[in-house]
């Protein structure tokens, strides 16, 4: 069991020197509510998140006194959330995995299903997907966007935005005109005090109403999660049961974050037309809503000058190494605006401690610094373009320890010390114009496969020089339970621009390391082959940055409990938003700076 934890605490290891001195910086309890508290301003939107109206708001008014003020202060809250969020597009993204019983591993997956896309908050509800084929649902009205999924003859459909339609209770009739409100307890949901209420629709309320239960922080009396379903679905329709959670991101708003969903049990004769388990995220809440036209009017002259030392021409190796990392610049820029790619932090610094280890014991010196860079979404897939290797959320969430990570960071390593580059063709500008949603129909970085056999096998060799060289048995391991979970996950192996890192449900990426590995044995509690999703990484849904959840891990106690590739619940630790843990919303040139400048110009005339 000791060895299980050790591999299990690897990144919260790597990760100790690099928050070390964050973590002594922090103050001991951070102030609730740093900013100055003003009256709100009649005038102003709620689509700004302004020091004054944001969670102070309230905090003028007289604190509620009875049962029946605290009701309405929520029914106000969620109003004010509603109208906060309606000029954001957050990207959402469903993964979903269909069930069947294994009578010794349990529920596993039988096939898989992925959506990801952005979702308009002003007045319905509205996505638009990234992926082809997905969400020309669009013109069916609104009793099918608020379902779950629906059948038609023998087949169970899924309605990709029934899934993210619990971010909100209920988002035209959330009131008491419609709900009744029963307060059950209190309770605290991580460092937040709650007031716990059960809603049931009214008699008269109509299909579709929320029921279930909301928590409720105990100072502005916004909720924090959902849980429950939708009343009266009509025939051959279905509401999905969730799990609803939000974060205190912002000064004064929940904002949704994550949702869990789950149908079916497998109780001796229980009959089930679907099972399932579903993970839902939200981020990208401020990522600018532009289109190409926008970007050409913003024109940058901030940085005009050159400061390359010499005068001279570059030479053509250097005019074509400069091209590179031009397209190199112009894929993670465009990556990143479209929130794809996560901001530059400490995972990055991880994974280049990685990258590092292997390049100095194989002597491989780049003209470059290699750069990391995560993908902020579920799937397994890495890839990379110039210099820069990009890995999945996801990826990094499953992998069992640091010697699987270099395993996947040398097989793109070996691609660039190869000279194999991608991309060249995104140094040309007018190839970084295109919607957010087609960036998977715009870029692409797939090699040919002569290139992938090239790319293993120089990884192998360089893995074999390095200090990973005696670690290399959990990756071989983690390649044969990927091996086994292949053909019931290729929703989660379809890479969107990268290479597969399987064919047709058959592990072609590293599949030598396997070889060497011990038998993979379910029942045996101290090997760990591959792990859960959304262990790992936490991906902050505001400004998308990424950090390594420093969770203590947990003593597996059967074969159950490993859930490798696996979706469960979401059980985040809640905590009030403060300078000093969540990063303001200043990052982007966004709300803020319009916020304080409403405030500004705002205050003299009051
Ligand atoms: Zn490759």
Redesign the pocket.
């Known amino acids: 069991m000791r060895k299980v934890m050790s591999n299990m605490n690897w990144m919260i290891l790597a990760l100790l020197a690099v928050t070390l001195t964050a973590v002594a910086q922090q103050p001991a309890s951070a102030p609730q509510n740093p900013q100055p508290v003003t009256a709100t301003q009649p005038g102003q939107t709620a689509g700004q998140p302004s020091p004054a109206q944001s969670g102070q708001a309230p905090s003028n008014l007289a604190p509620p006194t009875t049962m029946d003020q605290v009701v309405d202060r929520v029914i106000m809250r969620e109003k004010d959330l509603i109208k906060f969020l309606s000029p954001r597009t957050p990207i959402v993204e469903t993964y979903l995995q269909n069930l069947q019983q294994d009578p010794q591993l349990g529920p596993i997956p039988q096939d898989d299903h992925y959506f990801l896309g952005r979702m308009d908050l002003s007045e319905s509800i509205d996505r638009s997907d990234y992926l082809e084929g997905k969400g020309k649902d669009k013109d069916e009205g609104m009793e099918k966007h608020l379902l779950g999924g629906l059948t038609k003859k023998f087949k169970f459909q899924y309605q990709p935005l029934g899934f993210s339609w619990m971010i909100f209770a209920d988002r035209n009739d959330f009131d008491r005109q419609h709900y009744d409100f029963h307060y059950a307890r209190r309770e605290f949901l991580g460092d937040v005090r709650c007031l716990v209420f059960d809603l049931t629709p009214r008699k008269d309320a109509g299909r579709g109403r929320f029921l279930g239960r909301i928590w409720v922080e105990d100072q502005d009396f916004s909720i924090v999660r959902l849980n429950g379903t939708y009343a009266r679905p009509s025939r051959n329709n279905y509401y999905f049961h969730m799990d609803s959670w939000r974060l205190n991101l912002v000064p004064g708003y929940w904002v949704p974050a994550y949702i869990y969903s789950e149908e079916g049990d497998f109780t001796a004769g229980a009959k089930n037309k679907i099972a399932f388990k579903a993970q839902t995220r939200m981020w990208g809440y401020n990522l600018k809503v532009g289109t190409a036209n926008d970007e050409l009017t913003n024109i940058r002259v901030d940085s005009v000058k050159d400061d390359t030392p010499t005068a001279q021409d570059a030479t053509p190796l250097a005019a074509e190494r400069e091209w590179q990392q031009q397209a190199e610049d112009n894929v993670v820029e465009r990556l990143e605006r479209a929130g794809l790619l996560a901001p530059e932090g400490d995972v990055d610094k991880i994974l280049q401690t990685v990258v590092n280890n292997i390049e100095i014991t194989n002597n491989i010196e780049l003209p470059r610094p290699v750069r990391t860079r995560v993908l902020t979404t579920s799937p397994l897939e890495?890839?990379s373009v110039g210099n820069t290797i990009v890995v999945s959320r996801g990826l990094i969430d499953v992998l069992p320890d640091e010697g699987s990570l270099a395993m996947v960071l040398s097989?793109?390593l070996a691609?660039i010390v190869l000279g194999h580059n991608l991309g060249s063709q995104y140094a040309f500008n007018d190839r970084m114009l295109f919607s957010d949603e087609g960036t998977y129909q715009n870029l692409g970085f797939k090699?040919i496969p002569e290139?992938?056999a090239a790319?293993d096998k120089k990884a192998v060799e360089m893995l074999k020089a390095s200090p990973y060289a005696q670690k290399l048995e959990t990756a071989g391991l983690f390649i044969k339970a990927l091996q086994q979970r292949a053909p019931s996950l290729s929703a989660l192996l379809q890479a969107h621009l990268?290479?597969n890192i399987t064919e047709n449900g058959t592990v072609t990426?590293m599949a030598q390391l396997a070889t060497s590995a011990p038998a993979l044995d379910w029942n045996k509690l101290d090997q760990i082959a591959a792990l859960p999703l959304g262990g790992r990484v936490k991906l902050n849904p505001w400004d998308d940055k990424v950090e390594i959840v420093k969770a203590q891990p947990v003593a597996i106690t059967s074969a159950r409990d490993k859930m490798p590739f696996e979706v469960t619940p979401f059980y985040p630790r809640l905590s009030r938003y403060s300078t000093a843990s969540a990063p303001p919303a200043t990052t982007a040139a966004g709300p803020t700076t319009t916020a304080t400048a409403a405030h500004a110009s705002s205050s003299p005339t009051n």
Do not use: I
Request: proline residues 0%; glycine residues 8%; without cysteine.
């Open positions: 890495t890839f097989h793109e691609h090699h290139e992938e790319a990268g290479n990426r």
